[in-house]
């Protein structure tokens, strides 16, 4: 072979100059859809692995619960949100978590469960706990009367929501709802005797 002449690498016959033109360089959108499907089933592999993912940071988040490990179920709780940030179940469980460890950012958790979600009872309920602990009573009220609201028959919430109107000085709304507890759940001891108590 001359050293001007190509080798031939494409075909048993050498190229002219027109039938280089034709040698496809890049892939086709139009024409060939190969690449597009390549991509597509690495998106949906890539999904199944991060659901995968969370679902093992879920049960090791609980496990260390279970062991009273909170430090260690937060770590995990927060790699789920990192997995999947749009999870409001997940950032709702990471607040929690964040409020048994102490962490300020519980509150900054709920309450970007409660702007997507505006009748998130449970948000509502652990929002109000950590105001009631930092003795922001009117605003623990206004939030348990909220989890009231969208979660009527959970017997806790109408409990707490009577020791916050006690704490207030409303005796007879905290009355109302320790008998609605006792109502809702008569094995509740802390709402009877809260109810006794008055």
């Given amino acids: 072979m001359s050293s001007t002449s190509l080798p031939n690498v494409l075909g048993a016959q050498s190229q002219t100059g027109a039938e280089f033109q034709n040698i496809p360089t890049r892939i086709n959108s139009t024409g060939n859809n190969t690449g597009t499907q390549l991509i597509t089933g690495m998106d949906e592999q890539i999904a199944a692995l991060q659901t995968q993912l969370t679902s093992i940071h879920q049960v090791c988040s609980e496990a260390c619960s279970s062991q009273g490990d909170f430090a260690g179920a937060l770590v995990h709780i927060s790699c789920c949100v990192a997995i999947e940030p749009d999870n409001m179940v997940l950032r709702?469980?990471?607040?929690?978590?964040?409020?048994?460890?102490?962490?300020?950012?519980?509150?900054?958790?709920?309450?970007?469960?409660?702007?997507?979600?505006?009748?998130?009872?449970?948000?509502?309920?652990?929002?109000?706990?950590?105001?009631?602990?930092?003795?922001?009573?009117?605003?623990?009220?206004?939030?348990?009367?909220?989890?009231?609201?969208?979660?009527?028959?959970?017997?806790?919430?109408?409990?707490?929501?009577?020791?916050?109107?006690?704490?207030?000085?409303?005796?007879?709304?905290?009355?109302?709802?320790f008998q609605k507890a006792v109502e809702l759940d008569p094995s509740y001891e802390e709402a009877r005797d809260n109810l006794q108590s008055l």
């Fill in 92 to 177: 709702n469980q990471r607040g929690f978590l964040r409020y048994i460890n102490g962490d300020d950012e519980a509150i900054g958790d709920f309450q970007e469960v409660l702007a997507r979600e505006p009748e998130n009872a449970d948000a509502y309920f652990n929002l109000a706990m950590i105001y009631f602990g930092q003795e922001r009573v009117a605003e623990a009220e206004r939030n348990f009367a909220l989890a009231v609201r969208f979660s009527p028959g959970e017997a806790e919430n109408w409990n707490n929501l009577g020791v916050t109107r006690f704490q207030l000085g409303r005796a007879n709304e905290a009355r109302e709802c």
